[in-house]
């Protein structure tokens, strides 16, 4: 089996077997692409643990951090162990590498002041427009959606908003979960509802459409998102992830239930959710600061 037929199976199993989203495959082939441009001439089935390791050095050296070489690294390891499976290689050349450690980076959230500002003045010259971006923006924040999955909800879901105040979305590796919907969402929605037969084409199971009356695509939410925030004077670039991530954050500081919202973002793994514990640890570090009168830790207090 040559290189690129043996990429293109693995490929397709990924796709149709183990239901990975077409944003992950196509990062994939990516990822292997440029595997195959750092060998060179040599078949990927040839190489060995010196090389990966080289290469990983080349990268890092040319200012690619551990976090993207760990994703390289991860998509090499499960291509290697595939063809193992199938005895096109002895032993996987990637076991045993680690990418160098990166400083973890936090996510990036609103305050509540800001996500009020962004969703208190969603506004278009079309009203259709403006009920839909309302509708997208207040799902994203009431719900914790990632883009796709927003993004793949058809119109049955406007119902169970309404009646039930949930929606069913279908996350990573096909997991489906229920979200609640907030009453500022169900609004929205609302009116959104009353509006998109003006706008949908007929026989379209999209919840949100476009000008065109078809599903709207994921860089079109993006940009509107793009777009309201720059109107909402906000200081920062907003973007759907940063919806999800306040989401997560402002859940946490209210209640305290990291399971809660472990569940209700769909993380396989309670590690992934502790990161809003050091979101809400900097809020409170930061109203302390502010607000405490003995609270310039950075000075030193004499007796």
Known sequence: MTTSAA???????????????????????????????LAGKNPLVGLQVHQIRRFVAQLHASGLSGRSLARLLSAWRGF??????????????????????????????????EAARLLDTAEDDDPLLAARDLAVFELFYSSGLRLAELAALNQDALETALEDGEVRV?????????????????????????????????????????????????RMIEERLRRQA???????????????????????????????????????????????THLDFQHLAKVYDTAHPRAKRGKAVSD
């Open 7 to 37: 990429v293109d199976a693995y490929l397709a199993e990924l796709a149709e077997q183990r239901r990975q989203s077409p944003h992950t495959v196509v990062n994939y082939r990516r990822d292997l692409e440029k595997l195959q441009a």
């Open 80 to 113: 290697f162990a595939w063809l193992g499976r199938r005895g096109e290689v002895a032993a996987n050349p990637c076991e045993g590498i680690r990418p160098p450690k990166s400083p973890k980076r936090l996510p990036s959230a609103l305050s509540v002041d």
């Open 230 to 276: 720059i109107q909402s004077g906000l200081p920062t670039h907003v973007h759907p992830h940063m919806l999800r991530h306040s989401f997560a954050s402002h859940v946490l500081q209210s209640s305290g239930d990291l399971r809660a919202v472990q569940e209700m973002l769909g993380h396989a793994s309670i590690a992934s959710t502790q990161v809003y």
């Open 170 to 218: 279908t996350g990573k590796r096909g997991k489906t979960r229920i979200v609640p919907v907030g009453t500022k969402a169900q609004a929205a929605l609302r009116g959104w509802g009353a509006l998109r037969p003006a706008l949908a084409k007929e026989g379209e199971t999209a919840l949100f459409v476009s000008r065109r009356g078809t599903r709207l695509s994921h």
